[in-house]
């Protein structure tokens, strides 16, 4: 049987093994899936004990995870983030999960001004994913002035004809602000919310945040994060088992199934 993960902290939120699980029933996979609670400091202990065949990483570690691996995939070396491991090599799902959710609900990214909420691991990813996608410009909002400006630095690096703006058309929240248990929380200020806005959240867990409810309630498009979500784990499933699961799975049953969950 082989046998996958995903670690973070925290990690109680995770529908990854149920995701996982339910594309191992449709095909009959002999797999397991769990999720391990890693903090920080046992990060190190962690990579140098687990016997895994692969795993997913999530919050904090999509960037402090980096110098324990033997080698980067292009995207995510480009990115400075990763989000799935095979055999000590580092990938990252996090943008291609991004622009299949929004492939999804039929929105073009083309030519719009973007604003990311955040400037941790998925705000990397969602940068390049958004300059892949021939975004107009990208904005960076965070608490932290100085994490802001070096994402900023690095989105500049790659895409240099940025002229960020004042005024977005799609916002972008990679916060965990919102996230269960604690889901009163709002990655911004309910002001700033317009009617022509397209909010983003890559939060799956509630699967309508309060601040996408509020959004829709202002008039504002409002795309979730379970697509993402199930977009970014059938593509490391792909790496895992080297072969395209995301291209046989039926993902209307995982949404469905995935939605009982909640």
């Known amino acids: 049987m082989k046998r996958f993960a995903v670690i973070g902290d925290p990690i109680a939120h995770s529908l990854s093994p149920n995701l996982h699980k339910e594309v191992y029933r449709q095909l009959g996979l002999d797999a397991s899936f769990e999720k391990t609670h890693v903090i920080p400091d046992n990060l190190h202990s962690f990579m140098n004990s687990n016997e895994l065949d692969g795993f997913n990483v999530t919050i904090p570690h999509k960037q402090s995870v980096i ?8 995207s ?3 990115i400075g983030a990763v989000n799935c491991i095979k ?11 991004f622009l299949q959710a929004l492939e999804i609900n039929e929105f073009n990214l083309n030519g719009k001004d973007c604003t990311i909420l955040g400037a941790g691991g998925a705000a990397r990813a969602i940068a390049f994913g ?6 107009k410009s ?8 100085d994490k802001a400006e070096q994402l900023l630095d690095w989105i500049n690096s790659v895409f240099t004809n ?3 703006s ?3 058309d799609v916002i972008i929240n990679c916060t965990p602000l919102g996230m269960w248990p604690e889901t009163e929380s709002m990655p911004m200020a309910l002001n700033e919310i317009k009617p022509n806005l397209t909010l983003v959240d890559t939060i ?6 309060e601040w996408l409810k509020l959004g829709k309630e202002k008039g504002a498009k409002v795309i979730g994060g379970l697509d993402m979500f199930i977009a970014q784990g059938l593509a490391s499933a792909d790496i895992w088992f080297g072969k395209k699961i995301s291209e046989t799975v039926d993902i209307e049953k995982i949404r469905q199934f995935l939605n009982s969950q909640f």
């Open 67 to 74: 110098p324990f691996l033997d080698e980067l995939d292009e």
């Open 76 to 78: 995510a070396q480009t």
């Open 87 to 97: 055999n000590g090599k580092g990938f990252n799902t996090d943008w291609i999960g």
């Open 130 to 135: 958004l300059v892949k996608a021939g975004v």
């Open 138 to 145: 990208i904005s960076i909002k965070n608490r932290t002035k």
């Open 162 to 164: 940025n002229d960020p």
């Open 166 to 168: 004042e005024i977005p």
């Open 204 to 209: 799956y867990n509630p699967i309508e945040t």
